[in-house]
């Protein structure tokens, strides 16, 4: 990954924004040695949060379709007292 300070960057920000277009490689900022920030392509960024929404919708799904399987697998529990429910879920001290 390519690495730039921010005095760097600020005197070659054209240069490295041109640099940026249609790559795939973020350019890490530096302060003081540390990395404060990513510069990356527009279209790379949005492309992988597309994706990343994509992940996140698929996965909640399925944990939706296990939960609809696990509840209609085992028939339901009704708890008059309260108490009982905390002792079955190990709740109890």
Do not use: C, H, N
Not at 35 to 49: G, M
Request: charged share 35%; glycine share 4%; hydrophobic share 45%.
């Amino acid at each position: 990954m390519k690495t730039i300070g921010v005095t760097d960057l600020r005197q070659r920000t054209a240069e490295v924004l041109d640099g940026l277009a249609g790559s795939r490689e973020p350019v890490a900022v530096l302060q003081r040695s540390r990395k404060i920030a990513y510069l990356v392509d527009a279209d790379v960024y949005d492309a992988e949060r597309a994706e990343l929404a994509s992940v996140r919708r698929q996965l909640f799904l399925r944990e939706v379709r296990d939960a609809e399987a696990e509840y209609t697998a085992a028939p339901a529990r009704d708890y008059d007292d309260v108490e009982k429910l905390i002792a079955d879920l190990g709740l109890a001290e």
